[in-house]
């Protein structure tokens, strides 16, 4: 089991930028797929990014281009590169590595 915490999430106005960050301990860090998630008040947890354990990406259509998903093995740290944000980003963000380990979630505000 990969225990999980998240840092990065803020406020911030439209078209800026932000790094969440996703810091692992225990094993399987780097045999894991990964991924970003993102959830509103009374919708379903979705996911925005992903990485294989080969390294292979994938994107929601709706950060594609603006978001870049990333993973360090030797720091056990994973990453979601946020930029030109829109008021509709805004949402608690999650990390998830394999099918069990999430972490603990990070607000992220879009406003003027």
């Known amino acids: 089991q990969v225990h999980l915490v998240e840092s990065g999430g803020g406020l911030v106005q439209p078209g800026g930028s932000l790094r969440l960050s996703c810091a692992a301990s225990?094993?399987?860090?780097?045999?894991?797929?990964i991924g970003w998630y993102r959830q509103t008040p009374g919708k379903e947890r979705e996911l925005i990014a992903g990485m294989s354990i080969l390294g292979d990406t994938n994107y929601a259509d709706s950060v594609k281009g603006r978001f870049t998903i990333s993973r360090d093995k030797v720091k056990k740290t994973m990453y979601l590169q946020m930029s030109n944000l829109r008021l509709e980003d805004t949402a608690v963000y999650y990390c998830?590595?394999?099918?069990?380990?999430w972490g603990q979630g990070t607000q992220v505000t879009v406003s003027s």
């Open positions: 225990g094993s399987g860090f780097g045999t894991s797929a």
């Open positions: 998830r590595v394999g099918v069990m380990s």
